[in-house]
């Protein structure tokens, strides 16, 4: 028995402290949400702290956030409007170009970044616990603020252009947050693969720049044919893309089937993202 | 007493090779593809086992103390009981929230000011917000880092980035506290302080805590058992200064021996070569710890084919982390001996007392007449020396250097 008195006393009583238990793991062992509940101080601090890095360490700062889908988008006007001729029929094109660029960037970056996350962690993930999932999940969140400032741009276009939103416009958070799964589901998955193989690392830059081509973004959807629309939903930003300009412009009929594919095909990837990681993720300390 | 920590049967086994180079898609798929076609490119896989059938009960606010050898699964079950890696066999349970300090610094980021790390390094080692700010000023004075608390710690020198890095570690409140030897890279004051606050924190007695240092001193100081581990296994726990005792009895003869047995890659040259260097006790016996009280031999095995004199035959002596302490040469003597042909044995005593605790290193030199080097082993034989109680190093001042050797001291009337 243990004594009331002393240095003990006036601490909750040991019976309720939590119990930890540490022995191997065999197959998938659940997502374990509510442990990731509990770090969200770390979670918090994590995104922080990625946030204050970005912002901090470049002459630019903010501006960077907002000049990259800029430039892009101006690169598209200037070479595949004007000098391709490619039109986006019922809208000015550098406001078609801008709302397919924003909902990308934040893809890609949150892709990248996720991706790349558990290795350049690899410091804290050999000396201290927490739920690895944390890592990819802050990376890939703290590019939210950044397109935000992306959105404050798309806006001052489509006031330049003189293109009002319609009622559509709701469903802007919608595919913001479809954009970030979709990148969290590839990102989750990478992250851990890339513990293994780095070459992840040299793969995804290559990677992006096809999925930027493969992806309706400087063209307009109508380019392709009707039938085969829905199948481009396999690409699951094509569906993001797509329903995100939608939604900002509300300018054509909404693409609900290839949406409803992209949103299938990201869940599926989410899902086996995440099992996967679970599975792998009691490895990282040993190999990383 | 409760029991805080029930470990059972815990074992680690790595896959040899993974840590050290972890596999690229390209080898995985030139493996797959020998495998389909019924080669295979590498032998069995190689295991090895960092721990093994470790079982131990701790009870609730004890301290213990962890000692063996580098690669003896110390730091190994210290991961495994914080969760950072995942054991192979047995398992362990933990009542109370866990802490775990097995780095100066964990999260640190370079671009960072010192305010801002404290809150990151914090939360990553699992402190509230509210504690964190809270304890926000002991941590800033505690670090000594006043003036800087808003300059990015890249600008920090390595000495403030260790102490605030420490200062954010002790605020860690959990009922078990699991540390590495953290301080190993802290100057000796900080190290001084550091060891103070754990001991304040030991003493409260209400928080289990796990320690592993290779400060023999400390470690007796600190806790009331101590577990000793070699290759991975639980060789004895028990009452900290026995178990100690145990461990320096053990160690001894280890890496206090260097033999080159081939005749061919003896250093040296056609004139003599080194056949081995040795660290001796008193006795003569091999010895790899020392107190810092006993005298302590180096001894130089030579072959010797030529007669030679003027030749430098000798060894520096170096702190482990770098720090040069002596050279010595036979010829330091008034009237070396030439050195005749045959197996020759130089021996050179080194005075008691005269290093302080620590790790050293040894180094056999062979100079030539004309300064032209013919034989430099670095770090042939390696020893450790414990700062010990009977002569009364003095604990509380931390000296600069290794030389711990008395000085006459004397009073005078102006």
């Known amino acids: 028995m243990r004594s009331v008195a002393g240095p003990l006393a006036g601490r909750r009583p040991f019976e309720t402290s939590p119990e930890t238990v540490v022995r191997r793991r065999r197959g998938f062992s659940g997502l374990q949400l509510r442990e990731l509940w509990e770090y969200r101080d770390v979670g918090l601090f994590l995104i922080w702290r990625d946030l204050k890095v970005r912002f901090r360490q470049t002459a630019f700062g903010v501006v960077w956030a907002i000049l990259q889908p800029l430039l892009l988008t101006a690169i598209f006007t200037i070479f595949l409007n004007r000098v391709a001729g490619v039109y986006a029929y019922n809208l000015p094109y550098a406001v078609f170009a801008l709302a397919g660029v924003v909902p990308w960037t934040l893809f890609s970056r949150a892709l990248i970044t996720s991706s790349t996350s558990l290795v350049e962690s690899a410091s804290i993930i050999g000396k201290v616990y927490f739920p690895r999932l944390l890592l990819p999940l802050a990376s890939a969140t703290s590019y939210v603020v950044d397109f935000a400032m992306s959105l404050v741009v798309l806006a001052a276009v489509m006031v330049v252009y003189g293109v009002a939103p319609t009622i559509s416009i709701l469903f802007v958070p919608v595919f913001s947050l479809m954009a970030l799964a979709g990148a969290l589901a590839f990102g989750v998955w990478l992250s851990a693969v890339n513990v293994r193989y780095r070459d992840v690392n040299f793969l995804l830059p290559f990677i992006v720049q096809l999925w930027l081509l493969a992806t309706p973004i400087a063209y307009p959807l109508s380019r392709i044919p009707r039938h085969w629309q829905t199948l481009l939903g396999l690409n699951p930003v094509a569906g993001t893309v797509a329903g995100f300009r939608w939604a900002v412009t509300g300018h054509s009929r909404p693409p609900t089937a290839m949406v409803l594919v992209s949103a299938g095909v990201i869940v599926g990837v989410l899902v086996l993202g995440l099992v996967y990681f679970r599975r792998t993720e009691r490895t990282f300390a040993d190999i990383i | 007493m409760a029991t805080a920590i029930d470990i059972q049967q815990l074992g680690k086994r790595y896959k040899l090779g993974d840590r050290v180079h972890y596999g690229r898609l390209t080898e995985s798929l030139a493996n797959a593809v020998s495998a389909l076609a019924g080669r295979r490119s590498s032998g069995p896989a190689q295991y090895v086992w960092a721990l093994q059938d470790v079982t131990l009960a701790i009870e609730e606010g004890e301290v213990i103390g962890f000692i063996g050898r580098n690669g003896a699964g110390k730091t190994t079950l210290l991961k495994l009981l914080s969760r950072i890696t995942e054991p192979t066999t047995g398992e362990a349970r933990l009542r109370g929230n866990v802490g775990s300090l097995l780095e100066v610094g964990t999260g640190f980021h370079q671009e960072l000011t010192g305010r801002e790390n404290i809150f990151l390094s914090g939360a990553i080692l699992g402190m509230r917000r509210a504690e964190i700010r809270r304890n926000f000023d002991d941590i800033v004075e505690f670090a000594g880092v006043g003036a800087f608390v808003d300059t990015p710690v890249k600008r920090y020198s390595s000495g403030m980035q260790v102490r605030l890095g420490f200062a954010v570690a002790a605020q860690l409140s959990t009922e078990i506290l699991i540390v590495d030897e953290v301080l190993a890279v802290a100057d000796a004051e900080f190290q001084r302080r550091c060891l103070a606050k754990i001991e304040d924190v030991a003493r409260s007695g209400n928080r289990t805590i796990l320690f592993v240092s290779h400060n023999m001193h400390s470690l007796r100081s600190l806790c009331n058992r101590a577990a000793f581990l070699e290759q991975g296994r639980l060789r004895s726990v028990g009452e900290a200064t026995r178990v100690v005792r145990e461990y320096l009895e053990s160690a001894a003869g280890s890496n206090a021996e260097r033999v080159w047995d081939d005749e061919q890659r003896r250093p040296g040259n056609e ?40 030749t430098a035959v000798g060894f520096d002596l170096e702190s482990d982390d770098g720090g040069g302490v002596l050279s010595a040469f036979q010829l330091d003597a008034d009237e070396p001996p030439p050195l005749e042909p045959g197996r020759r044995v130089l021996r050179a005593t080194l005075p008691p007392r005269l290093l302080d605790g620590g790790g050293y290193v040894v180094s056999p030199r062979i100079v030539g007449h004309n300064g032209r080097p013919i034989a430099h082993e670095q770090g042939a034989v390696h020893f450790d020396i414990v700062g010990d109680h009977r002569v009364r190093l003095l604990e509380h001042v931390s000296r600069l250097g290794p030389v711990a050797l008395p000085i006459d001291w004397s009073e005078h009337h102006g």
């Not at chain 2, 006795?283 to 030579?302: C, F, Q, Y």
């Open chain 2, 271 to 310: 004139d003599l070569r080194l056949v081995a260097v040795r660290v001796l006790d008193r006795s003569g016996a091999l010895v790899a710890t020392a107190m810092s009280s006993d005298a302590l031999t180096v001894e130089l095995e030579l072959e010797v084919s030529t007669r030679t004199a003027g």
